[in-house]
């Protein structure tokens, strides 16, 4: 992984995330893969959450994508009481009370990583943030940068995983 889209942010509490179904660090391709046709979103766990926590945004970036400032895969927010996401809850099994948010395509939910061919081994981050705002009491912004700059006063803790995916 090139860059850590996390690196920058303001410091914060760290919680342990994980991505259950790596297999040898990456996403199985026939299940995650837009190129498979699934495009499955993983699942994602997450420990104890802070307290204070009413909501969480998990997002799913590419920075190895050949294309400027990478590439946003998901983007969600989720109450806090949700647990975890089970794989393939985009469009289908979110937990309720959750929203999606438009993603690097412009399209509300989960599209898979399909690296072009040449553009080898990309470092898919997953990040689950608490907030101590509720999903509903987000504001309406117009970029995944705006939303990660609004948070900022709301974000009780963050932690990521890594998944790779790899180019045909």
């Known amino acids: 992984m090139r860059v850590d889209p996390y690196a920058n942010t303001f410091p914060t509490n760290e919680l342990p995330v994980a991505l259950p179904e790596l297999t040898d660090g990456a996403f199985p391709v026939a299940a995650y893969s837009s190129e498979a046709g699934a495009g499955r979103s993983p699942a994602v766990t997450w420990e104890t959450l802070p307290e204070g926590t009413q909501s969480l945004l998990v997002t799913v970036f590419d920075p190895d994508a050949p294309v400027p400032g990478g590439f946003w895969h998901w983007i969600a927010v989720v109450p806090a ?9 985009s469009g289908q099994d979110m937990p309720e009370g959750s929203i999606e948010l438009p993603n690097s395509f412009g399209v509300a939910g989960y599209v898979g990583p399909n690296p072009p061919q040449g553009t ?23 970029s995944t940068a705006m939303l990660h700059a609004s948070i900022i006063p709301a974000t009780l803790a ?3 995983a890594v998944g790779t995916a790899t180019a045909a």
């Not at 081994?121 to 009491?137: C, I, K, Q, R, Y």
């Open 81 to 89: 009481d949700a647990g975890q996401l089970v794989a393939g809850a």
């Open 120 to 142: 080898g081994v990309h470092g898919n981050v997953v990040a689950v943030t608490a907030l101590s705002s509720a999903v509903h009491e987000l504001p309406d912004v117009p």
């Open 158 to 160: 963050r932690g990521t």
